[in-house]
T-cell receptor, first 112, second 111 residues
């Protein structure tokens, strides 16, 4: 099965600092989806990447999918306390793109 | 606004009892999914459905069943609850680009 590795597993940054979270697969990704989860709540869909080299931004969050479609990064600029939570990447599988495999998540804390 | 809801939000039950968790979506999506989330394991797929009367097993389906009698609902049943099924359960439905939208989750404790 296609496994997704996320790094780092956890991250503590000071408010205002930039940070990057990575999601890596040993196989080609067929659709890469980023989610955010706050403790005790459901997953919130952030953005989706499908094409190699694609980049999308929403407010201060930018996600990129590399040309080989095996790695994605999520970059947060000027972090705020509201960015704290768990970030998960999910990827479609060959032939059954509607089913997603998820990484184990990156826990982000933002200190004042 | 379209949404996906789960009930109950919290449930405590005893070993051996049958439990049903409800999932209802108003997105009119054909694809629906059930996951469990546990520390160290992330999200794992239990069952999924691509439409009415269609159900499929995921990677951790033992001890669970689902049925799909209409587009909006995909209830998850634990036939005989076990302590290993203590977890947080999430339901999701997916749109045209396979992006999944999640419910708020049900925290289940089996004593």
């Amino acid at each position: 099965s296609q496994e997704l590795e996320q790094s780092p597993q956890s991250l503590i940054v000071q408010e205002g600092k930039n940070l990057t979270i990575n999601c890596t697969s040993s196989k080609t990704l067929y659709g890469l989806y980023w989610y955010k989860q706050k403790y005790g709540e459901g997953l919130i869909f952030l953005m989706m990447l499908q094409k190699g080299g694609e980049e999308k931004s929403h407010e201060k969050i930018t996600a990129k999918l590399d040309e080989k479609k095996q790695q994605s990064s999520l970059h947060i600029t000027a972090s705020q306390p509201s960015h704290a939570g768990i970030y998960l990447c999910g990827a479609g599988r060959t032939g059954t793109a509607s089913k997603l495999t998820f990484g184990t998540g990156t826990r982000l804390q933002v200190t004042l | 606004d379209a949404e996906i809801t789960q009930s109950p939000r919290h449930k405590i039950t005893e070993t051996g009892r049958q439990v049903t968790l409800a999932c209802h979506q108003t997105w009119n999506h054909n694809n629906m999914f059930w996951y469990r989330q546990d520390l160290g394991h992330g999200l794992r797929l239990i069952h999924y459905s691509y439409g009415v009367q269609d159900t499929n097993k995921g990677e951790v389906s033992d001890g669970y069943s689902v049925s799909r009698s209409n587009t909006e609902d995909l209830p998850l049943t634990l036939e005989s609850a076990a302590s290993s099924q203590t977890s947080v359960y999430f339901c999701a439905s997916s749109g045209a680009y396979n992006e999944q939208f999640f419910g708020p989750g049900t925290r289940l404790t089996v004593l």
